[in-house]
């Protein structure tokens, strides 16, 4: 949960039993422009030209004016205390550490993390302290309030921080950001009701696969043979690429007109035409079969979900990201603050993600790129909140969710068994079913070759990490995923 990133936030209210949305994504600076990449595209990943307008204070305050009840230093008091007081390195802090060497070996601010003696990462374990000028930073934000990212001391810190680094965002990009707060999007899921993030959150794709695939009416019996594995593997991959080839034409919505689209992905109508078109023993031909009017064209993650359910039955999913490990590779050294790569997301040559590209997404000034982030809230037929769920992964936070999703809901699995079962991917380009190692018998993925599936197999440490509540009538249930090594807790 970066301040120098964004968020998009799912917000329910069980009194009313409505759900609502803070989008708080990066914005592109007011200088971007469509072709700033084109000559060297790999600048959207790392260095100063990367970093969008962060959005992440600015999403708390909103939701803090909104919902919140503690005064506002109280909120910041615990990452205050963090930074002033150092915290252990994580396993998984360890393995992203040890992936950004390169660059974090070129920084100055980001020698804390390394062993000054052999010049290697923090081991897990190691205790660390950050920059004092982040802790500075938390200090004036509780004192002066979020405001003062945008218009006060901080936000001066920062635009001299970004001028220097040689960014392209001014002090009007920080001054003018707001974040957007508007109805999550609802969908029948049988008798529940599912509350997603509309885009630029992919709630509305993770909404398009399960309309697809409930009308199978899956039990945990559709699991119980190798062959009866494969087919329903074989259906959700291909609910999965129907629903991405619709990804590419959504986008921020104050730029282009989606209303219909995304109608359409949350309709159960749009399910069963798109379920009628899956072949249970093969796949279809080419993307444009699956409906994607893009070509083929030929991932490390900085994100972070965080998943809440109150005594009151009020609940939230965010989902918090610098967009990769470190985001753009540079701190400010006034502020402290590790600055997001977000303009990544948009529409460039060298996707991290490897996702398809579309002028629903292309750069314009001010607009928000498109996000795989997807948190997720469903709530049973008396309005009480039967899970909340959300994922870090980039584009495997789509399946990801999906999976876990029905893991409770039809195959009868309880939520650490949901979380913990080896996962499956497919985001139609490239048209690979991606698999996670060990977790699928060698005669389970011949059925699936069988049909037609290229497949590959990845790490766990590759994949997606999913934070994830449950409720039933008699208990509450919570599961941080083992892949990222998270926590839970209970007040």
Not at 213 to 229: H, I, P, V, W
Not at 241 to 264: C, N, T, W, Y
Request: charged share 20%; glycine share 8%; with cysteine.
């Amino acid at each position: 949960m970066g301040i120098g990133g964004g968020h998009l936030m799912n917000v329910y209210n069980r009194k009313e039993r409505h759900a609502t949305a803070i989008d708080a994504r990066e914005v592109a600076p007011y200088e971007a422009t469509e072709d700033m990449f084109a000559q060297q595209p790999e600048n959207s990943d790392k260095g100063p030209l990367s970093i969008a307008v962060p959005g992440e204070v600015m999403g708390y305050h909103v939701a803090h004016q909104k919902f919140g009840q503690l005064p506002w230093a109280e909120l910041v008091a615990p990452s205050l205390e963090l930074c002033e007081k150092g915290y252990h390195v994580s396993q998984h802090m360890e393995r992203a550490l040890d992936i950004a060497l390169p660059y974090i070996k070129e920084h100055e601010q980001y020698q804390i993390y390394l062993n000054a003696e052999t010049g290697k990462p923090h081991v897990a374990g190691t205790v660390v302290k950050p920059p004092k000028n982040l802790c500075k930073t938390y200090k004036l934000l509780a004192e002066n309030g979020p405001m003062d990212m945008y218009n006060g001391t901080i936000a001066k810190l920062l635009a001299e921080d970004l001028q220097d680094m040689g960014s392209i965002i001014l002090a009007d990009d920080l001054e003018s950001y707001e974040a957007d707060v508007i109805n999550s999007i609802t969908m029948d899921l049988g008798d529940d009701t599912l509350y997603v993030v509309p885009p630029v959150s992919s709630g509305s794709v993770v909404a398009h696969v399960l309309a697809i695939l409930q009308g199978y009416n899956f039990t945990a019996q559709d699991l119980s043979t190798e062959e009866l594995k494969a087919r329903t593997i074989h259906r959700f991959a291909e609910a999965m690429k129907f629903a991405f080839a619709q990804r590419p034409e959504l986008g921020d919505m104050h730029f282009i007109d989606a209303r219909e689209l995304v109608s359409r992905l949350n309709s159960p109508d749009f399910g069963d035409q798109n379920r009628a078109k899956i072949n249970d023993s093969h796949v279809l031909p080419d993307a444009q079969a699956y409906g994607a009017n893009f070509a083929a064209i030929e991932d490390l993650d900085g994100t972070s979900n965080l998943v809440v359910l109150a005594p009151n039955g009020d609940a939230v999913s965010v989902t918090s990201s610098i967009n990769s490990y470190f985001g753009s590779g540079l701190i400010g050294p006034r502020t402290g603050i590790v600055l997001n790569n977000g303009m990544n997301d948009f529409a460039v040559k060298n996707n991290i993600f490897a996702l398809p590209q579309s002028q629903s997404n292309k750069i314009e000034a001010h607009k928000r790129a498109m996000s795989s982030q997807s948190p997720i809230l469903l709530a049973d037929k008396d309005g009480n909140m039967k899970m909340v769920i959300g994922a870090a992964g980039g584009s495997k936070i789509i399946p990801a969710v999906v999976e876990v999703a029905a893991n409770v809901l039809w195959f009868g699995k309880d939520l650490r068994q949901a979380v913990d079962a080896p996962r499956f991917y497919h985001q139609l380009m490239p048209d690979v079913l991606e698999y996670e190692e060990d977790g699928f018998t060698e005669s389970l993925l011949q059925l699936l070759t069988k049909r037609g599936h290229k497949l590959k197999s990845i790490s766990v440490k590759t994949g997606s990490v999913v934070t994830a509540i449950s409720r039933n009538a008699t208990a509450i249930y919570a599961n941080a995923d083992y892949r990222k090594r998270g926590g839970v807790a209970g007040f």
